[in-house]
């Protein structure tokens, strides 16, 4: 499977953005489908996570109420939409899958920089 994110940007403290993942390749084979993000100096940390089996959904406490994860009906995307942005949602958000093998894909990531 590959994955190409894309959507990141400047936008003010309580704007919004939607990222986008695009994916190919076995698309059949996927389970999971998450976003992550890594801030500077920061671990990398899972944001959103969707199964695609049963279409459950799980957020981080930090971006509940304002992200929503989504996907279409083929998995050949994955959404990311983002409201009332913070400054500290800047980082570089990463979509990732998993396959029912566990096996695990990355996008190249895409910067998000919110100011205040």
């Known amino acids: 499977v590959q994955l190409q994110a894309f959507g990141g940007g400047l936008v003010q403290a309580g704007g919004s953005l939607r990222l986008s993942c695009a994916a190919s390749?076995?698309?059949?084979?996927?389970?999971?489908m998450n976003w992550y993000r890594q801030a500077p100096g920061k671990q990398r940390e899972l944001v959103a996570a969707?199964?695609?089996?049963?279409?459950?959904?799980n957020y981080a406490d930090s971006v509940k109420g304002r992200f929503t994860i989504s996907t279409d009906s083929i998995k050949s995307r994955l959404y990311l939409q983002m409201n009332s942005l913070k400054s500290e949602d800047t980082a570089v958000y990463y979509c990732?899958?998993?396959?029912?093998?566990?096996?695990?894909?990355w996008g190249q990531g895409t910067q998000v920089t919110v100011s205040s």
């Open positions: 990732n899958i998993q396959d029912r093998w566990s096996k695990a894909y």
């Open positions: 969707l199964n695609t089996r049963d279409g459950s959904t």
């Open positions: 390749g076995s698309r059949g084979s996927i389970v999971d």
